[in-house]
T-cell receptor, first 109, second 112 residues
């Protein structure tokens, strides 16, 4: 089967740094993406890794190690508005994307 | 900037009825995806289209069908609706590949 594993919940304080890990086991792999979703809203694209290494976009960074089937999303200078669900997603080939179960991030004042 | 448009935003149907959800991708995006998201769950991939041709299928029930038209808009047709079909249905589009997907606001379907 295909699976993506990520923690169900993470809690951090405002201004801190938090890392959300994702390990995957899929039949194909063409890239790892991260999406943010606020309650009642639509997923919003955050970052993409097609190759090993770190990608940085403002306060968000994402890392990929294909040999370890592992990636993470790093959120810096946390703000209250970052409280949301974060999904890792793998493109398994063609135009098919499998999402992880999501990590709910709670940011405390 | 133009975003993905979905209609209707809310839909209430009874069991065994049919429903049609519409999606208008961002202009010049050639790939459309459909997802189903239950409460507290992750988006489940249903089907995708590339350049108006069906590309990949995921966990889409046989009762569901979809197509993409010449103007690139897409429709998801759902028949013999069941209570378990109640969910948020998202359409997403991407430009020339699958690096990033832009999601529409979703259609909330309630089956009673």
């Amino acid at each position: 089967g295909q699976s993506l594993e990520q923690p169900s919940e993470v809690t951090a304080v405002e201004g801190a740094i938090v890392q959300i890990n994702c390990t995957y086991q899929t039949s194909g792999f063409y890239g790892l993406s991260w999406y943010q979703q606020h309650d009642g809203g639509a997923p919003t694209f955050l970052s993409y890794n097609g190759l090993d290494g770190l990608e940085e976009t403002g306060r968000f960074s994402s890392f990929l190690s294909r040999s370890d089937s592992y990636g993470y999303l790093l959120l810096q200078e946390l703000q209250m508005k970052d409280s949301a669900s974060y999904f890792c997603a793998v493109n398994t080939g063609g135009f098919k994307t499998i999402f992880g179960a999501g990590t709910r991030l709670f940011v405390k004042a | 900037a133009a975003g993905v448009i979905q209609s209707p935003r809310h839909l209430i149907k009874e069991k065994r009825e049919t429903a049609t959800l519409k999606c208008y991708p961002i202009p010049r995006h050639d790939t459309v995806y459909w997802y189903q998201q239950g409460p507290g769950q992750d988006p489940q991939f249903l089907i995708s289209f590339y350049e108006k041709m069906q590309s990949d299928k995921g966990s889409i029930p046989d009762r569901f069908s979809a197509q993409q038209f010449s103007d690139y808009h897409s429709e998801l047709n759902m028949s013999s609706l069941e209570l378990g079909d109640s969910a948020l249905y998202f359409c997403a589009s991407s430009p020339g590949g699958h690096r990033e997907q832009y999601f529409g606001p979703g259609t909330r379907l309630t089956v009673t």
